[in-house]
């Protein structure tokens, strides 16, 4: 069974600073890979979605690599604001899904950047 | 743009109460997915629908129906909720998986309580 797993739980970084957010996942067999970024109250909104075959997706100030093999992604935020302020999900299309796209979520990374 | 719609935003039921959860979106969009959200947990898949006709259950369907009789809507239902039912739902859609780079979009959630 697939498990995704995130860490840190939480983190809190002057604004300014880089950071990477780390995603872990069990099976290789993977389709694709998402994060998220949820606010509170919120519903969740694709930042980057990297397919398998992909090694790393930029947006912004925003880069998230995969590594497939070691089942590890990261999500790198260059020069933080305090608008980043919010929890980081990632989660992984298993190829294994049967058909339905079906994502496999962590537990998020609540993110909180100070002024 | 309205993307996902989710009503309502807030409910609190009693315990063996009975109630539909609403979603509609309308990116013609033919996968559509509910989750639920626990406290400091990641999401979890309840059921979900490839086109309006079809729909499987995902990774915790017990206690749910739903039904997908037109593109844009996929109504959840809670036959006699449970406390164990309290949670955070969302509803999400998609393009066919095959497309690459098309994430799945949210809706903003319902939370519901059950006392």
């Known amino acids: 069974k697939q498990e995704v797993t995130q860490i840190p739980a939480a983190l809190s970084v002057p604004e300014g600073e880089n950071l990477v957010l780390n995603c872990s996942f069990t099976?290789?067999?993977?389709?694709?890979l998402q994060w998220f970024r949820q606010d509170p109250g919120k519903g969740l909104t694709s930042l980057l979605l990297i397919q398998s075959s992909q090694r790393e997706q930029t947006s912004g100030r925003l880069n998230a690599s995969l590594d497939k093999s070691s089942g590890r992604s990261t999500l790198y935020i260059a020069a933080s604001q305090p608008g980043d302020s919010a929890t980081y999900l990632c989660?992984?299309?298993?190829?294994?899904?049967?058909?339905?796209?079906?994502?496999?979520f962590g537990t998020g990374t609540q993110l909180k950047v100070e002024l | 743009n309205a993307g996902v719609t989710q009503t309502p935003k807030f409910r609190i039921l009693k315990i063996g109460q009975s109630m539909t959860l609403q979603c509609t979106q309308d990116m013609n969009h033919n996968y559509m997915y509910w989750y639920r959200q626990d406290p400091g947990m990641g999401l979890k898949l309840i059921y979900y629908s490839v086109g309006a006709g079809i729909t499987d259950k995902g990774e915790v369907p017990n206690g749910y129906n739903v039904s997908r009789s037109t593109t844009e809507d996929f109504p959840l239902r809670l036959e006699l909720a449970a406390p164990s039912q309290t949670s955070v739902y969302f509803c999400?859609?998609?393009?066919?998986?095959?497309?690459?780079?098309?994430?799945?979009?949210f809706g903003d959630g319902t939370r519901l309580s059950i006392l």
């Open positions: 999400a859609s998609s393009y066919f998986p095959g497309r690459s780079n098309q994430p799945q979009h």
């Open positions: 989660a992984v299309t298993p190829l294994s899904t049967g058909g339905g796209n079906k994502l496999t």
């Open positions: 099976d290789s067999a993977i389709y694709n």
